[in-house]
């Protein structure tokens, strides 16, 4: 009876780590937009569910497109009914620029 407790508690515990980890699983993500350097020229996340999606798919892209880069500051705007993200990066030539992403797909959902 003790062994069946033990066994039940574990299955128990390890259901419990799956079922939080589905949440925040990532989705086929592509990107459309521009090369984000303005607002009009946004980087929009596709697939996206939520923000923890979301944020992971500005990091790939920003770890893809500028590799070696720091990452300075992060903002968040609202402008005609979309949200922003600003991401000021450093690359490693020194150079400072300033990311766009259009957030709107994802933003507030959690």
Same mark, same amino acid.
């Given at each position: 009876?003790?062994?069946?407790?033990?066994?039940?508690?574990?299955?128990?515990?390890?259901?419990?780590?799956?079922?939080?980890?589905?949440?925040?699983?990532?989705?086929?993500?592509?990107?459309?937009?521009?090369?984000?350097?303005?607002?009009?020229?946004?980087?929009?996340?596709?697939?996206?569910?939520?923000?923890?999606?979301?944020?992971?798919?500005?990091?790939?892209?920003?770890?893809?497109?500028?590799?070696?880069?720091?990452?300075?500051?992060?903002?968040?705007?609202?402008?005609?009914?979309?949200?922003?993200? %600003?991401?000021?990066?450093?690359?490693?030539?020194?150079?400072? %620029?300033?990311?766009?992403?259009?957030?709107?797909?994802?933003?507030?959902?959690?």
């Amino acid at each position: 009876m003790k062994n069946l407790l033990l066994v039940f508690s574990f299955l128990f515990v390890i259901n419990i780590a799956f079922a939080g980890s589905a949440q925040h699983q990532t989705t086929a993500i592509s990107y459309s937009g521009g090369d984000g350097t303005s607002v009009k020229t946004a980087i929009i996340i596709n697939g996206a569910k939520n923000e923890w999606d979301g944020v992971k798919a500005e990091n790939k892209w920003l770890s893809v497109k500028l590799p070696g880069y720091e990452k300075i500051s992060q903002s968040l705007f609202h402008k005609s009914n979309h949200a922003y993200d %600003r991401i000021e990066v450093k690359l490693p030539n020194g150079i400072k %620029r300033d990311v766009y992403f259009d957030i709107t797909g994802f933003y507030g959902k959690l």
